[in-house]
């Protein structure tokens, strides 16, 4: 009985110790979920601010990227604009130079074709002027030849009429002198006939010098007017040559001129990229899992004991003693109802009563 009492002490210590051993398990276990805690929440302090410092250097990138797509775009288009103006300022002053030159060969050819159209006018000036100096030479001659025949037939008939009294002079009479006469007046008469002839022949021969001068006149005036047409003919194709080597010109300059350059299509602005959301860390309950000593069984007391013993001593003399027992049992039922017996619970006394009442009914 003395064994029973003092190892209730020893119970409870056991029991304390069980209970410390697990308090520490718990509270480790506590500040090791706490020390996590407190990492993942730095853990997403640390990704969010990477996180969001990684959008901030792409956002300033694309925009950067974005600021030079933009201003290359420009500086490109400006230097083809600036290449652009210069092959039409070189394409200008193409067209000034085919325009001079037009110019330049148009003022020579006037002066060509002034100095041909001269010639021309001084040559049928000078065939005129000749045909009229031979036209006149051959009147002159022809007026030479009839005062010449009208000398000679003056002269005939003058010498004829001194024949004739020459003859009469003489004093012959009958058929010698009438023979006389008709052979002076015969010769007479076949000299001015000779002198009429070769005067007939004379006209005849200057009116023909003057037909052929008047037919070389013709043809001078005729070659002189083709010439004319031909310089003409020959100025219109040479100015003819003048706009097309002027359009050939143009046409090189024109060729020269760039593409007029078009600014390409708008650089699409870059967006904000999106801020992502994160998921707040679970905080636990860290008071949930902490051990109660209750946990561990109930406290043994001095009555439990006593108890113990006494079902011990009870069943060496429980064959004499059954009615007794049977009242013990009654008894400690009906103790169990009140604050209990020997310093035991409610709850032990009256499962000792009820276990001894079925013992003792067997």
Known sequence: MVLEIFGVGKKNRARNKRYERALEL??????????????????????????????????????????????RQRFEHDAERKVYERSVQEATQGFQFA????????????????ENELAL?????????????????????????????AGDLQKTAIDSLKAAGQ??????????AYK????????????????????????LSIDLDLRKLSDQLIFDKTSLELSRQSLKASDAVQR??????KLQAYMDAARRVEMFPEMGPPIP????????????????????????????????????ALLADALKIGGAVLTGVTAGASAGATGLSAAAGSSGIFGMSQTTAAGVGAGLGSFLSQ
């Open 26 to 71: 718990w509270e480790e276990q506590r500040d090791e979920k706490r020390a996590q805690y407190r990492y993942q929440k730095d853990a997403l302090k640390i990704t969010k601010r990477n996180t969001y410092a990684n959008l901030d250097a792409q956002d300033q990138n694309r925009l950067q990227s974005y600021n030079y797509e933009v201003a």
């Open 180 to 203: 006389n006469q008709q052979a002076i007046l015969a010769e007479s008469a076949a000299i001015e006939n000779q002198i009429v002839e070769n005067l007939f022949n004379e006209n």
């Open 121 to 149: 006018d001084l040559d049928e000036q000078q065939t005129a002027l000749n045909y009229r100096f031979a036209a006149a030479g051959l009147a002159v001659h022809k007026r030479k030849a009839k005062t010449a025949a």
């Open 269 to 304: 602005k870059p967006f904000t990229l999106p801020r992502p959301e994160f998921q707040k860390v679970y905080k636990p309950n860290f008071k949930i899992g902490k051990p109660k000593i209750d946990d561990f069984g109930e406290k043994a007391s001095f009555g439990d």
């Open 99 to 114: 325009d001079l030159a037009e110019q330049q060969a148009n003022l020579q050819q006037d002066r060509y074709l002034f």
């Open 240 to 245: 003819m040559a003048f706009k097309r080597d």
């Open 167 to 176: 003859a009469a002079a003489r004093g012959q009479a009958g058929r010698n």
